[in-house]
């Protein structure tokens, strides 16, 4: 027998996107074959090909954990995708993602052909907003990402701050405090990213508008294991008494041209760079990377 089970859970603000989702009922259980066809029309939970879903080219997240998404594909054999993807129709076999990337990329690890899907009427930009929104409530994002998204709906859906927090349901100054994350140097933002360092800790280091101070600040976290709490009291005595003479703000053998190509090339990569300087301008670069996938990655920027 077919169960239903009351969809819950979305955004206040995709909610009022797809407008009828307080209305629509998730289909936990395959639909008779029968249906097959007749379903496939804008507004009805239809189950449709994987292979007629393009990827949604407004995608804001890049990098799926592989390991997340093997568990996802085993839950998938044995239970079924219980929560339907989102698209709209292209064409008349074809349908591109909204939202659900991930559950798309399990479904195809899992074998399965056929996967249920809401269909959506929608233009480029709902299709971003709603694919923005979808990651921001639903995905587990890194501070980073989150940030980077409410950017691109601020910058191509232009969204003023207060409209933006009513569209993901949280005040300004939460919106506020992801976006200023986007002043740090590139350096910093990758160590959020790579759960480096919390957002707590960047929130101390924003109190110190000097790079150099900010760096310092973040190597100290990292190097030392601070807390939170101690962070704040490290950026505070900085405040008040400045970078102790005998402390170098970065790395004593890189100057400010070498800081500069540091922070370059960590935004180029999106990961944290060390330039190692040594006499007669010799040294050496350190890229790291945080799985083979990462590698890859780094491997194509530099076209290997």
Not at 99 to 125: C, F, M
Not at 266 to 280: I, P
């Amino acid at each position: 027998m077919t169960t239903y089970q009351k969809k819950t859970g979305l955004g206040r603000g995709l909610s009022a996107l797809l407008d009828d989702s307080e209305n629509v009922q998730t289909a936990v259980a395959p639909r008779p074959q029968a249906q097959k066809e007749s379903s496939v029309s804008p507004g009805n939970i239809s189950h449709i090909n994987v292979n007629q879903v393009e990827v949604n080219p407004f995608q804001p997240r890049t990098e799926f954990d592989q390991e997340a998404l093997r568990e996802l594909s085993e839950s998938i054999k044995l239970q079924g995708l219980i929560q339907p993807i989102t698209v709209r129709k292209v064409g008349d076999n074809s349908f591109q993602l909204i939202s659900g990337e991930r559950r798309l990329r399990a479904s195809k690890l899992a074998g399965v052909t056929e996967i249920p899907a809401y269909i959506r009427t929608a233009n480029d930009q709902q299709m971003l907003e709603m694919a923005l929104i979808e990651n921001i409530q639903r995905e587990n994002l890194n501070s980073i990402e989150v940030a980077l998204s409410f950017q691109r709906m601020i910058d191509e859906c232009n969204l003023k701050q207060e409209e933006l927090g009513d569209r993901v349901s949280k005040n300004r100054s939460t919106v506020t405090n992801y976006l200023r994350l986007l002043k740090l140097p590139p350096a910093i933002q990758a160590s959020i990213r790579d759960a480096q360092i919390t957002m707590g800790h960047a929130k101390a280091i924003l109190g110190l508008e000097d790079v150099d101070k900010q760096l310092f600040v973040h190597d100290e976290i990292i190097k030392l294991g601070l807390s939170v709490r101690k962070a704040e009291e490290l950026v505070r005595e900085i405040q008040q008494f400045g970078l102790k003479k005998n402390t170098p703000a970065k790395n004593e053998s890189v100057s400010f041209q070498y800081q500069k190509i540091q922070d370059d090339l960590a935004s180029k990569f999106a990961t944290r760079v060390k330039l190692k300087v040594q006499g007669k301008g010799k040294g050496a670069i350190e890229i790291p990377f945080m799985s083979e996938e990462d590698l890859s990655r780094i491997l194509e920027l530099l076209d290997w």
